[in-house]
């Protein structure tokens, strides 16, 4: 089942072109990694997905973007997008507010006021970012008292406490030590299971351990995309066989 359809896709800022017609099916329930060397368009394509792009000046669009089939530039409210499509980035970003109001602060944001509620959907979304166990006796604790990897595991909660379908990572381990990069990438498995996963990551082990498919960018153009698998051990563009097998890059 698909979860997004990207068509003929062309993004400009003013009169640079980063994306040259990327065209893309996300299936439900899977994890799609994008791949490439810096600058070649992954973090760009991602932040097309959830509109991101909007807020910079001189950024258009051409070509189609379908979410579940509707349209997302044309026929869908940005908000209604976002509450669908969360969104987690390269270096933790936690609000410099409580660890509870860090994840509270969405569903208030969505109207969501009743306390048991918000206490319900905090206990649950830090649960799901398994990191419930940690935190839930320093609630009230500055989440900027966390480590780099607990307040990932923070921003991952906040994203889920919206109840999305679909979450974006860009990059999510990068700025991250070996055991914190080992506990998201165990937790980005489990999260397939109820939710679309598209991940932007430098790490081509990452890819392979945890994706179901792989797509590898260079230069604005999506080279090559299929089964992770398929990608890793034959691919068929010779740019991506240079690419993984480490000629550059």
């Not at 299936?27 to 760009?44: D, H, Q, R, V």
């Not at 807020?55 to 530039?73: A, H, T």
């Not at 919206?162 to 498995?189: G, H, Q, R, W």
């Not at 999260?191 to 996963?197: A, F, G, N, S």
């Amino acid at each position: 089942m698909k979860t997004y359809e990207v068509k003929d896709l062309d993004l400009f800022y003013s009169d640079f072109q980063a994306l040259h017609n990327v065209n893309l099916t996300v299936n439900k329930n899977e994890i799609t990694a994008l791949i490439g060397p810096s600058g070649c368009g992954k973090s760009t394509l991602i932040k097309t997905l959830n509109r991101m792009n909007d807020l910079i000046d001189g950024c258009r669009i051409e070509g189609k973007i379908f979410l579940n089939g509707v349209d997302i530039y044309k026929s869908m409210d940005v908000n209604v997008l976002r509450k669908q499509v969360g969104m987690v980035f390269q270096k933790p970003n936690p609000f410099p507010m409580s660890i509870y109001d860090n994840v509270a602060y969405g569903p208030r944001v969505h109207g969501i006021k009743v306390k048991g509620r918000l206490d319900e959907i905090v206990e649950k979304s830090l649960r799901n970012a398994t990191i419930w166990e940690e935190t839930k006796d320093r609630l009230k604790k500055s989440a900027l008292s966390l480590s780099g990897g607990q307040q990932q595991r923070l921003c991952i909660a906040r994203a889920l406490a919206v109840e999305p379908e679909v979450l974006l990572m860009d990059e999510p381990t990068s700025a991250l030590d070996p055991i914190s990069t080992a506990k998201i990438e165990e937790l980005v498995t489990e999260l397939k299971r109820m939710y679309t996963v598209v991940i932007v990551t430098h790490n081509m082990q990452q890819a392979t351990r945890i994706s179901d498919n792989t797509g590898f960018f260079l230069m604005g153009e999506l080279i090559e995309y299929g089964k992770t698998e398929q990608i890793f051990s034959l691919p068929k563009d010779k740019r991506c066989e240079d690419y993984i097998t480490g000629r550059f890059g």
